[in-house]
């Protein structure tokens, strides 16, 4: 009997862990304009140490993007988000994904199914959690953005399962004017 509790004391113990987050200390504008990295149209790559990420990110987004941690399933406002825009890396302001890709997968995540280009997107193998799965970073700040499973809808059959933190939103008409005036 003690072995069996044991185990499940030890498995609730690593659930809550993965799960938990830090308390928001900062807002997303707070975060975008803080934040000199932050660019839409800027493609280069952004290589700084932890230290200096700290400077500009929030706590809760630092812990996902440079700590690869996870955020509680069910708790980001782009879950269930229907508006029409393009999802950026709020580290970086990397374009990620396009509103059009976004699919309701039940995972508790936001999810996508195509990434906005090639490039967006870095995959790296995880194998942390006693999984083999597919980590998936920013390709301009190798932010951790959350993983990729080949369990998705047509036409890629991918699920990308995104860390909403990690994540920020500009409607179609906002991301149009933005280009349009640099």
């Keep these: ?103 309701d997968s039940g995972c508790g995540w936001p999810s996508f199914y195509e990434p906005i280009s090639k490039g967006s997107i870095i995959y790296t193998p995880d194998h942390g959690h006693g999984m083999t799965r597919t980590e998936v970073q920013c390709g301009r700040c190798k932010a951790h953005l959350g993983h990729v499973f080949e369990d998705g809808p047509p036409p890629t059959g991918l699920r990308y399962c995104i860390n909403g933190v990690i994540l920020d939103f500009k409607k179609a008409k906002e991301a149009e004017e933005n280009y349009k005036q640099q």
């Design 1 to 103: 009997m003690k072995p069996i509790l044991l185990l499940l004391t030890l498995f609730f113990s690593i659930q809550s862990y993965t799960y938990s987050q830090p308390a928001k200390t900062k807002t997303m504008s707070d975060t975008t304009k803080k934040n000199p990295l932050y660019s839409n149209t800027d493609t280069s790559k952004v290589s700084i140490s932890d230290d200096e990420w700290k400077k500009y990110l929030p706590e809760d987004v630092f812990y996902i993007a440079r700590q690869k941690g996870t955020e509680r399933p069910g708790t980001s406002k782009w879950e269930h988000y229907k508006e029409i825009g393009t999802y950026y890396c709020t580290a970086c302001g990397n374009a990620l994904f396009k509103s059009d890709t976004k699919f």
